[in-house]
T-cell receptor, first 115, second 114 residues
């Protein structure tokens, strides 16, 4: 079975603070894919990143960065210098071949950035 | 990039009626579509997987006779909520599986049954 845990339900920060969202996953597959999505109040899912299990390099994209550590089965996401527009629900998700690559989502973390 | 158009974005229907939600892949062929349901302040829960030209595969606990899925072409999948009841009120969102193990999501449909 595959499982994604986002232990943080809600995070509230003041603008310009950094915020890190935790994601821990479980899978027995050696080949799998990890994702982060942003869901603003409008409801639409915004794709942020996809990482395959063979690529442990961390990635930075503007104010966003991701830390993938297979040793701890974690794929954490950091927003640097947060802005009010970053307020949304963020989902971590996992897919793997033995489950026909169906996406399993974590519970989500609601980020509120206050001006 | 890949785009999935989902309609309607919002629908209100009377209890007992049926509602059809459409998802179209605009610039690619979607051989596999996923349908999710999301209740307020909860995560996305997979309802079913549909492959073009074959019957949908439903997740445990999802009533296949209530949530009819049709994937008759490579660019269109539909979800029909039959005999809708207030407890079916939810946010429904489709996703097309693309190449390179990526997914393209529709913009979602907010269903309210009164």
């Amino acid at each position: 079975a595959q499982k994604v845990t986002q232990a943080q339900t809600e995070i509230s920060v003041v603008e310009k603070e950094d915020v890190t969202l935790d994601c821990v996953y479980e899978t027995r597959d050696t080949t799998y894919y990890l994702f982060w999505y942003k869901q603003p109040p409008s409801g639409e899912l915004v794709f942020l990143i996809r990482r395959n299990s063979f690529d442990e390099q961390n990635e930075i994209s503007g104010r966003y960065s991701w830390n993938f550590q297979k040793s701890t089965s974690s794929f954490n996401f950091t927003i640097t210098a947060s802005q009010v527009v970053d307020s949304a629900v963020y989902f971590c998700a996992l897919s793997h071949r033995s489950n026909d690559y169906k996406l399993s989502f974590g519970a989500g973390t609601t980020v509120t950035v206050r001006a | 990039g890949a785009v999935v158009s989902q309609h309607p974005s919002r629908v209100i229907c009377k209890s007992g009626t049926s509602v059809k939600i459409e998802c179209r892949s605009l610039d690619f062929q979607a051989t596999t579509m996923f349908w999710y349901r999301q209740f307020p302040k909860q995560s996305l829960m997979l309802m079913a997987t549909s492959n073009e030209g074959s019957k949908a595969t439903y997740e445990q606990g999802v009533e296949k006779d209530k949530f009819l899925i049709n994937h008759a072409s490579l660019t269109l999948s539909t979800l029909t909520v039959t005999s809708a009841h207030p407890e079916d009120s939810s946010f429904y969102i489709c996703s097309a599986k693309g190449t390179n193990y990526g997914y393209t999501f529709g913009s979602g449909t907010r269903l309210t049954v009164v």
